[in-house]
């Protein structure tokens, strides 16, 4: 029995329940591409925006689960006009990605994770495992909400009407 409980609290210990609150440096410093094919890191895309709020939505034009949550980001973006919604897709086609942004009338910021759903610094630092997945970014690049898997998850709106 002793032996059994030794065992649940080092793996109790071991698991990071820690929800980071800035991106790491390596997060930062991941390339993404933009529309017309430039390379942009993830922290200049941040700073664009600083002084607002972002809602970013991690998604790829093939994720049914995705798609099925756009009429929610639709209504979040009719509710907060104000905030800014970053698309990061993790589709590795291109064309796939701007073929589902057209198709689905998908209105936001767009930008591209080249590697993917399961490389990089990004995806690797919010440990992504599932997409749909929904972070929340303040004013001022910290971040309110870590890990949303709907659109319609009732922290997002938490995250976007709590003051800094």
Same mark, same amino acid.
């Given at each position: ?29 991941? #390339? *993404? %591409? ?5 390379? &942009? ?5 941040? !700073?664009?925006? /600083?002084?607002?709020? =972002? ?27 104000? #905030? *800014? %919604? ?5 589709? &590795? ?5 701007? !073929?589902?942004? /057209?198709?689905?009338? =998908? ?28 972070? *929340? ?28």
């Amino acid at each position: 029995m002793k032996k059994i409980l030794l065992i649940l609290v080092v793996i109790i210990s071991s698991c990071n329940l820690e929800k980071p609150t800035e991106f790491s440096n390596l997060a930062l410093e991941e #390339v *993404v %591409f933009d529309l017309n094919g430039s390379q &942009k890191t993830f922290k200049s895309v941040l !700073n664009q925006y /600083k002084g607002k709020k =972002i809602v970013i939505d991690v998604w790829a034009s093939w994720c049914s689960d995705c798609l099925k949550g756009l009429p929610s980001v639709k209504n979040l973006q009719k509710e907060y006009p104000d #905030v *800014v %919604f970053l698309f990061l897709s993790v589709d &590795k086609s291109q064309t796939a990605w701007k !073929n589902g942004i /057209k198709r689905f009338q =998908i209105n936001g910021e767009h930008y591209n994770l080249p590697k993917g759903m399961n490389n990089g610094d990004f995806v690797d630092f919010i440990d992504l495992s599932w997409i749909p997945r929904y972070l *929340v970014v303040d004013e001022k690049g910290g971040i309110l909400l870590f890990n949303a898997t709907r659109a319609s998850d009732r922290a997002i709106v938490d995250a976007l009407n709590k003051a800094i």
